[in-house]
Every structure is written in C-alpha cells, then in structure tokens.
C-alpha cells in the first residue's frame, strides 16, 4: 500500500534529516508504548478480560547485534489489522501538514519537535533503514504485521505474534550500530524515559532500567529540574524548557494532584479547535483521558502536564465526565491556583512574563471576556500595546499615568500596531499627552464591552463620537494658539448644514471635534452603535449586511476646513464643497481601512478638484 502523500513527504525529511539528536526516536517509540498500555489499562477497568493472565503492562527494549536490529516492545492495546494501516501510513495526523511546513521554514529544521505534531512514530526512520510493526490487539484472535522502509509504500500481512501488544522492530541503518550498545541504551532511556511510570526493561533484565514511579507523586524535593524538563517533553510532546512548572497537592474538599506545564513556546495550533494533548486526567494514576472536556477552561488551553484525581471513580466513562461535580470542583481549583501563579509571575519576573505573554496573551484575553468569575486576576493578567512606546503595559501601570483631568480609559481596535499609532482618531489624544491602548487581537474587540471599567475607570474607545478632550490642556502651547484660530460659529454651522447636504444617509451627523490635530476629519460611532472595528469584523464574517452609519467629525482648526466654512458662509463658489465633502468623508473611511464606497466617482471628484486647484 501506498502511503498517503503528506506522509511520504513527512518520511522524506526525516529520513534525510541531518539532525544529530536521532536518539529521541527512542522518547517516541516509548511514548507510544505507554499510550497504549495506558489505553489497555483504562479500557480493562470495564472489561477485565481483555488483561487476562497478563495484567502487569510493561515496556520491553531488546537488541539482536548479529541481525543489527533494536526492538520496543509493549504489551498494551496493540493494533489491528485497519488500526496499523490508519495509524501507521494513509491517515495523515492534522499535525503532519504543520511539522511539514515547519521543517521547511526553518531551513535546518528540528527534528526532535517531532512528537508534537502526533506524528513521532516516524522519527524510526531516522536510524532505520527498515522498520517492522507485529502487533495483536487485546482480545483478537489474529496477529498483523506492517512493515515499510519508509519509501513511499508500506505492506501489511498476517502475523505469528501471539502475545497481546506491539513489538516495533528497527533494522538499523549504516552506521547506526551505536543503538545495539546496552550501555548507550540504557542511558537514553534513564535519560528521556525515566519518568514512565512502566517499568522498562533491558532485555531479560530483571530490573526496570527507569524508576517507573508517577513523577507527579513523588514530593518536589526528590525531584530535580531535569527530570521536570524531561516528563515535561513526554506529557506536551515537547523539546523546549517549559516556561512555569506547578507542582502541588490539593487536600480537603477534594483531593488530587496536579503537575502542569506553561509552555517556552507557542504551539503551532493553539487557535485549532481539534487541537490534541491537553491536559491529562488520571485517576489514582490509572490514566484516563487527555480530552476532559471542562477540566480546564478553554483559555488556559495552552497548560500541559497531569491531573490525578483520588475522588473520581475509577470506572468513570469519559461521557460521564462531562457535567461531573467532582471535575468541575477541580477545574475551578486549578483555574484559581493557575491565574495566581501567573500573577505571581508577572510581578516577579516581569521580562520573563512578557514572553509569555507573546505566547498567550491572546488566550488569557478570551477569559478576561467569558470569565467573569475570575475577572480580578485575569485583569491584573493583562496586558496591552499603547501610545506610550514599544512594549505592552498593564492596567495598573496605565491607571498611575493617567491624566489628573482624565476619568476614562481610551482604547482603540484596529488591525495592526503600526497602522493604528499612526491613525487621526489619537492626534487629539497625543496631542494632550493622553495614553490610549492599542488592541489588535480579534477578541479585543469584545472584551472591554464585557469588562466595561477597570477600577471605576470606564473602558471608551477613541472611535466613539463627542469625546470632550478639552479638560484636558494640550502639551503643546502651539496647539492652543492652533486652536484659537478657528472658523467662526456661523462658518461653521453653514459647513455642517452644506456637508449634510452633500452627504445625505451616507453619515449619521457631521459635528465638529476637538481630538483632531492635523486632519481635517476622522468617522467616529454614534452612541449605541458597534465599534467601527468590530462591525468590520463582524461583516467579514456575514454577521451584519448593512453598517451603520458614521457621524463625520470635522476639524475646525485646519485651514482646509477653515476655507470651506468661509465658503459655505460666503457668497457663491460654493460649486466644489460638495466634491470636496464627498473626498473627505471617502478619506476618513480609507483611514479606518474601509473601501471606497465609490472608486469611479473619488476618481473623477479628485480629478476635478485638483483640476481647479493648479
Ligand atoms: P501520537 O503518538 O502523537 O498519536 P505517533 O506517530 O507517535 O503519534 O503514533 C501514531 C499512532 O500510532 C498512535 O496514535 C497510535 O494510535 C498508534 N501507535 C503507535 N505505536 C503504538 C503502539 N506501540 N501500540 C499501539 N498503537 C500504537
Ligand atoms: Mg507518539
């Protein structure tokens, strides 16, 4: 059988990878042995047949120098003659397009980030020019075998193996001979495996090679950071230094054990609603799920590691998880412990924070919106991009700079950093020395309506309409005397009631306003209307068909609008207002990133104007 291509190119890079780590084939083949005893183990709890005589789960490494061949053998849940050609060959994992991808990227790519992707089984052809697969699944009658020298096509036949479980058997390339050394092998498993809680063994040796004992029980005094590192790399399929480490034991009400993980890096899919390897629940350390729904929210969906619970059942089915009160109970107590370790985090190690905010931030956002509960420290969490300069700032810091005339916190949505710091919404803004932040995550543009205040300070976006910013006085005198030269009161009303005119239902109002410096005019949302950033969102993704709106603010201090108010009040050449009041409010929208709601007629209207102006 043919391999389906993506893994025929997948096998490709590995193959001909240069990479000099091969050994973490061996974290990956051990890994898989223990994912399938722990499937066998939790499937036995209903159906104990399954073990029969054989009910101790075990890894076995084996090494034939004459043959010059390695074999990992488990007697776990093993696979079937359709399981082998699925797993093993024509379904490709969602991962495997993504390690594809990334491999090529980085131009030396990294091999040993393999196993996050779920596709680790293939690291093998790293040091295997041949690589066989003899497998019986609990309780089946018949044996298969797979076996494939990673080349295109794999076959698949009948098999003699009569144990239950897997045997994976590599005939090792050229100049791999290292892998048959007991001693190096040995050290290897101690090394990435020594936190399985199986025992390995060496070939007929008595003794496991590991210590085969839950990590996540032993107390944090008997455990040192490497070992942390490595059971890290096994939980997350991970190749990183993990960002946090959080070990702790709950007692009272319920009782269990948690080991998790904040990654070093983001993972490649963490926007993936089928993202696999959560969390792992295990119940008095028989493993049990990594896909409990609700055993961690969803915005801490980055966390990795085991939670092993002494009050669950342990014949509790993964459906029955689901409206558990037990696992809601520990869901809330790890959120808790979690966001205050976080916090803990941002005040002590500020730098170290930042990074992970790169990482998450975005995901920490989406609880500060739905999570109402633990809205206090998700907001002491955050963090945000601002006028002020480079880097982020949280909301504490943004308070103590406030303006002493200043009772709101501006923001503004937008798409992109750079684009907004340069937008005419915050020339007034700047202009006063008045900090706005800066929100280009899409679930910005929903969380400061949900939040609404942050210590009494109300959350407004620069985008809203009638926005007094004349309590507070400019940095600049210049502007002052700017502003002084206005056009009169009358100019004015006469340049409102003619733009009106011009514009008709296309803008809501034309008002004049204070926030503008140097433009002549900017779109501002009415009271009661969406943000003009959300309802383009919200467009794009066919949840709107007509915008509202927009109320034209104008700009009485910059000579153009100056010129035009004395038109307007004047005595005829009043011919080019309309025009001009047309290309204005089209200039507005093209700052805001809306398309012109008529190219053609901006064209002509910009061809006419210019026409009379040389
Ligand atoms: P992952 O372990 O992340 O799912 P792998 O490429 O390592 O990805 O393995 C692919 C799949 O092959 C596994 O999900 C499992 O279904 C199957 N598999 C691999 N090794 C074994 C084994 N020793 N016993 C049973 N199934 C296995
Ligand atoms: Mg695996």
Redesign the pocket.
């Known amino acids: 059988m043919a391999f389906k291509a993506e893994v025929s190119r997948l096998l490709d890079i590995v193959v001909h990878s240069l990479y000099s780590e091969k050994e973490i084939f061996l974290r ?1 083949l051990i ?3 223990s ?2 005893c722990d499937k066998l183990r939790y499937r036995a709890l209903t159906e104990p047949e399954l073990t029969g005589d054989d009910p101790d789960f075990r890894i076995k490494i084996s090494v034939d120098p004459k043959a010059r061949t390695l074999t990992v053998e ?1 007697n ?4 079937d003659r359709e ?1 082998l050609i699925e ?2 060959g024509t379904i490709a ?1 969602s991962g495997t397009a993504s390690f594809i991808k990334s491999m090529e990227a980085a131009q030396k790519g990294d091999v040993t980030q393999i ?1 996050q992707f ?5 690291a093998a052809f790293m040091v295997a020019q041949m690589v066989e697969v003899s ?1 019986r699944k609990a309780g089946a009658q018949d044996a298969w075998s797979w076996h494939s020298d990673g080349k295109g096509a794999f076959s698949v036949e009948e098999d003699p193996r009569t144990e239950r479980g ?1 045997a ?1 058997t590599l005939y090792l390339k050229q100049g791999e001979d290292s892998f048959l050394q007991e001693t190096k092998l040995r050290e290897i498993i101690k090394h990435y495996s020594d936190h399985i809680a199986l025992p390995i063994f060496f070939g007929e040796g008595e003794e496991p090679v590991n210590r085969a004992s839950a990590l996540w029980l032993r107390a944090k005094s008997e455990i040192n950071p490497d070992q942390y590192k490595e059971f890290y790399h096994h939980v997350a ?1 991970a190749f990183e230094e993990p960002a946090m480490t959080l070990h702790w034991k709950a007692e009272g009400k319920i009782d269990y054990t948690a080991l998790l993980f904040v990654p070093g890096m983001k993972p490649y899919d963490l926007f993936d609603p089928k993202r696999r390897h959560g969390v792992k629940l295990y119940v008095k350390r028989v493993f049990i799920t990594d896909e409990a729904e609700g055993l961690i929210p969803p915005y801490l969906r980055f966390l990795r590691g085991v939670i092993d619970s002494e009050d669950l059942p342990l014949n509790v089915s993964r459906e029955m998880l689901q409206h558990n009160p037990v696992l809601a109970k520990i869901r809330q107590g790890v959120t808790h412990r979690v966001l205050s370790d976080l916090v803990k985090h941002s005040t002590k190690d500020p730098d170290a924070y930042a990074a992970f905010w790169e990482n998450f931030g975005a995901v920490i956002k989406e609880g500060v919106y739905e999570d109402t509960e633990n809205r206090e420290p998700l907001l002491k969490l955050l963090r945000c991009a601002s006028t002020r300069g480079e880097g982020v700032t949280s909301l504490a810091d943004y308070v103590s700079r406030m303006k002493d005339e200043q009772k709101d916190i501006y923001y503004m949505n937008g798409d992109d950093r750079d684009a907004l710091s340069r937008s005419p919404h915050l020339e007034g803004y700047k202009a006063r020395g008045i900090e706005v932040l800066l929100l280009t995550d899409s679930v910005d543009d929903f969380w400061p309506g949900a939040v609404g205040a942050y210590e009494g300070k109300t959350f407004v976006s620069v985008t809203r309409a009638g926005q007094d910013l004349d309590k507070v006085a400019p940095l600049d005198k210049k502007d002052k005397e700017k502003k002084t030269e206005k056009a009169s009161k009358d100019e004015i009303g006469a340049l409102i009631a003619a733009m009106k005119l011009a514009l008709g239902d296309k803008v809501k109002d034309v008002r004049t306003t204070d926030r503008l410096t140097d433009s002549p005019v900017c779109l501002a949302a009415a009271e009661g209307d969406i943000d003009i950033h959300l309802e383009r969102f919200l467009k794009q993704h066919n949840q709107i068909r007509t915008p509202s709106a927009r109320i034209l603010e104008i700009n009485p201090t910059h000579p153009l609008v100056r010129k035009m108010a004395a038109q307007a009040k004047g005595e005829g050449g009043k011919a080019q207002l309309d025009d001009i009041a047309w290309l204005l409010f089209d200039q507005a929208r093209l700052l805001d990133g809306e398309p012109l709601s008529d190219p053609a007629g901006f064209s002509r209207k910009l061809a006419d104007v210019l026409t009379k102006a040389i």
Request: aromatic share 8%.
């Open positions: 990956e890994s898989n042995a994912d399938a488990d776990g849940i093993g696979m399981e797993n093993l994992q196993g779920g596709v680790g089984f293939y497998s897997t994976i399929h």
